[in-house]
Every structure is written in C-alpha cells, then in structure tokens.
C-alpha cells in the first residue's frame, strides 16, 4: 500500500477580518486546518513552514505530527522534503471549514496520474491545495498556493490528462468567503470561537 502523507502549508494569510489580531486570526485558521488533518484515515500528517513561522507551527501540531522546514513557502519545496512517502499532498492552510473528503479527493487520482490539484473557490486565482506522486515529476513548475491556478500545472506536462482537477473549496480570503461560512458546519472551532469573540 502506498505511503501517503498531507501536509498543511502555513503561510501568511491575506486577509484578517476587521477587529481582529493578524496573529490570532492566522494560528486559528492553522489550528482548525492541522485538527482537520488529523482526523483523516489512512494517511500521515504533518505541517510545513519557513525556518521563521517555527513557532506557529509548534503551537497548532498535535504531538505526533512532524514538522517540516522549507526555504520558500511554494508546494515544490514541501514535496521536496517528503522522501519517505509515495505520494503527498499540499494544502493551504487557511481553509479551516474545508471537509476531510475533499482533501481525500486531491489524494484519489494519484493512483492513475502524476499530479491532481484542487482549485479555490470563488474569485481570484490560488489554489486549495496541490498532490502529486513522488518522486515529483520534473515537468512539474514551482507552484504558489496563492497565485497558481490549475492549468500553471499542466505547462510542463507530456498531456493535460497527467493533472487531474478535483473538487474545490473556498479559502478565506476576503469577506465574501467569509460570509459563505455555514455555521451549521461542523469543524473550525478555533476560528469559529475568535470570530465569536469567545477565543480561549
């Protein structure tokens, strides 16, 4: 069986909603995204930041995930890290709502391509997250989670068909994202408690 791991990107946020502190709104949302990951079967987790963001990624792991350092915040320098897996996916870590089974769709396609990437949701470009066999295919480009979109992966590649497009999800990004939060969904407890001003 294949040895699988997702790994959580925790780079800067865009946006913070008005009144509330750039830094507690960016360790909730990496809070609610590293819990998330943590409830998944049948693969590994882990988080990955700059030598920097250390202590960020120290206060949202839970105790068994490993943390991974990398020189630039872009989905080919986490990839180039994980040498011990066979496949891996990278995903942004200020999706705090995102369902477990969309992440599990990034991962489904790898049994018959190289690369699948999930697409955001919503306006402008980015990407909800990027998974790949390993070794990564050389014709792969460097691809930022905040400014690819899905065809940036497909430059390089002998066909389109070798990148898959999966089901997509919003990140938050701005306020329209923010009001399409269901506070009927479970999960994002963190940023859930922040915006209610009940932060622990």
Not at 9 to 26: F, H, K, N, Y
């Amino acid at each position: 069986m294949a040895r699988r791991v997702v790994v959580a990107l925790l780079g800067p946020v865009a946006w913070t909603p008005p009144g509330i502190d750039p830094t507690r709104w960016r360790t909730a949302l990496a809070e609610d995204v590293v819990d998330l990951l943590a409830t998944l079967n049948e693969v590994e987790t882990a988080v990955a930041v700059t030598p920097a963001d250390r202590p960020l990624a120290d206060a949202v792991v839970w105790p068994d995930m490993t943390v991974y350092e990398v020189p630039e915040l872009t989905v080919n320098a986490v990839l180039a890290a994980l040498t011990r897996y066979d496949q891996a996916a990278v995903v942004a870590a200020d999706a705090p709502d995102v369902p477990g089974l969309t992440l599990g769709k990034l991962l489904r396609p790898l049994t018959t391509r190289p690369v699948a990437v999930a697409p955001v949701e919503g306006t402008g470009p980015g990407l909800l997250g990027v998974a790949a066999r390993l070794p990564v295919p050389e014709w792969l480009p460097v691809l930022d989670l905040d400014t690819a979109v899905p065809t940036d992966a497909r430059v390089g590649a002998p066909s389109p068909g070798d990148v898959a497009v999966t089901t997509g999800w919003r990140r938050l990004r701005g306020p329209a994202d923010l009001a399409a939060l269901d506070p009927a969904f479970e999960g994002w407890d963190a940023t859930r408690a922040l915006l209610s001003g009940h932060a622990r």
